[in-house]
RNA sequence: GGUCCCAUCGUCUAGGGGUUAGGACACCGCCCUUUCACGGCGGCGGCAGGGGUUCGAAUCCCCUUGGGACUACCA
């Protein structure tokens, strides 16, 4: 372990509001909370604004409704405050420059004046050439009194880090352990941009080690990106804190990143597709991590004991949503009745199914339809076609077609409506157990086998081939609407 | 092209010199059963290839192959 001897540990979630929270940086956000309260540490949430360009405005919201949504509440950053402030990096652009000229100044860092312009022409003679590509120092070695000079006419100028021309950098993986980096395939980076604001390199750097962050957790994309940042700390007189790369996520078809093309990929559309947060959070727990035990089933807590760095995998992971999807059905029967009717309830009134606010008898009807549909679905957007036909006062008559079955007669099956509305009708009591036990007798009285009837019943009052049991069904329905639908059925089978 | 990372069932993975290579999801079959689910039981299925090292490699080393990342005044 290379990482600051610190006593607290200190991790930081640091995305870049250029968009919606992603599912990858939702897990990095998950296993930087998850160090942090294994340890008794500190989880910060710092905004990387420096791309004003990208900006989306909407995007820091949905980053913190997303995060919190999960349960991964932050001890420091918008919001929560902390000693380290401020904790959106446009407001610590003086920071940035402060430290970038000083860097000039020590012979560290150096202006440059080329147009991107030139750049471009640069990169394409490169392509060209296929040499290697990486900015050619065309400024590195400017004399002084033309920067001088250049600076006074107000050209445009950005920073750049003067990498060594020789040696080699080592660095760090808490993961991979030590990587080497020649410093000829490294070119001068920019660490200040034309228009003030620092690039990443620089300001992750500088505000790491300002944040006293013990633990960088990020994406694996970076970890080109390290001789860079160890070079910048070594520049700076600062120590690197540990750093741990987090395998990317592959598009489940296993051919590249994922991206949009393959379904959801931000967190608020996984909560908009059902998804229960636990079910989302144990899901990605897994995913690149591994507990030395066979166990699986995790909530946030739990998983916050058995967490631990070292057990994080470094392949890339196929994003794969089987299992999260089982995740989703396993959870939804872990809640309890009135747990999952609450959860439910938005998706209700957003089909129409239940006026808002929800008057509490409604809900209370809601809460006893529960057992039946728990173990029936799989994301919670499925609710309304599953509880539909309890809430609302009519259905669709059932076709004729679905009513008869694969071998039911139009004759035979009026008979079964008829008699079984006629029964019903005279029964005071709606009970699961009386319900059974009349339509069985039922059943043997016609000489029929229970489940020929049962079906066309089944269908008659829901409209549908697969729900929850008849009898459970037919209670919560009530004697009203059941013997209604049997004469709505029959109907249909009456015609022509 | 250059630099770097990665490689066990379809997927997530355990296993890190001697294992009948383990689990979960998915899939298939059976059971339960009034349908659908849930649940139970069982099955299918894997160490990318080639060289080493070793008495013995899934495990260590090298090469090949494959996949991926980066190659911006984006993060």
Redesign the pocket.
Known sequence: MLGLSKDTVRVRF???P?GYLHIGGARTALYDWLLAKKTGGRFILRI?D??R??FVPDAVQDIKDSLTWMGLTWDEGPDAGGEYGPYYQSERLALYQKYAEELVKAGKAYYCF???ER?EEM?KKQEEA??????DRHCRDLPADLIQKNRVAGL???IRFKVPRTGKTKVYDE??GE????HE?L?D??IL???G?????L??VIDDHLMEISHVIRG??????MPRHFLLYQALGWEPPAFV?L??F?S?D????LSKRHGATGVREFKEKGYLPEALVNFLL?????P?T?E?VFTLEEAATAFSVE?I??????F?L??L??YN??YI?QLSHEELAKRCLPYLQQDGLLPDPCPSAQFTYLVSLMPLVQ????YLTEISEAVGYFLRDEIEPPSKELLLGKKGTVEETRVILSEVAKVLASLTEFTEEGL?QTLRALAEKLQMK??QI??PV?VAVTGQ????????LLAALGKQKVIGRLKQASAVLAAQ
């Open positions: 640091a995305p870049s250029t990387e420096t791309d360009n990208r080329c147009t991107s750049l990169r296929s040499a290697p590509s990486g900015y445009k100028y950005v993961l991979r990587m080497v980096f020649d395939t070119d980076f920019v941009k034309s228009d604001f620092p690039t990443y390199h300001a992750s694996d994309e970076w970890i080109i990106s790369h395998p990317i592959l489940p296993g051919k590249g990143k897994l995913l690149g991590w591994h030395a066979d699986e057990r995998s470094t392949s890339p992971v196929s794969s089987d299992k999807d089982w059905g396993l029967r173990e029936r679905i799989k059974e229970p489940g049962f079906m089944r081939t697969a729900t929850p049991g008849l009898f459970q």
